[in-house]
């Protein structure tokens, strides 16, 4: 069982920066993806369970940057200069097994219910 929870959405300027949490259990490979409006699921971010690596979507390197805190059980990401078009839900999740794809959404178990970010111009 893996209970996922997001925390720190919320409305920005553009230029702005927020820093989104993740309860999470587990030594699991976790991910940030997100769902802007009207638009289908994309990724984020990925980061291995010891959090000594990470991966991000192209476009998104450079502004944000997944960490995580074990012994707190917390997965973070930091967005900095903050766009309009990054607005969306954004979802953490937790993949169980560790063996897919973690760019992929189909590689994740869990999902937690996502946290509202609104970037305004």
């Known amino acids: 069982q893996v209970q996922l929870v997001e925390s720190g959405g919320g409305l920005v300027q553009a230029g702005g920066s927020l820093r989104l949490s993740c309860a999470a259990s587990?030594?699991?490979?976790m991910g940030w993806f997100r769902q802007p409006p009207e638009k289908e699921r994309e990724f984020v971010a990925t980061i291995n369970w010891s959090g000594a690596n990470t991966y991000y979507a192209d476009s998104l390197k450079g502004r944000f940057t997944i960490s995580r805190d074990n012994a707190k059980n917390t997965v973070y990401l930091q967005m900095n200069t903050l766009k309009p078009e990054d607005t969306a839900v954004y979802y953490c999740a937790a993949d169980a097994l560790g063996l897919g794809d973690p760019i992929l959404p189909t590689s994740y178990d869990y999902w937690g219910q996502g946290t509202q970010v609104t970037v305004s111009s």
């Open positions: 587990g030594r699991y490979v």
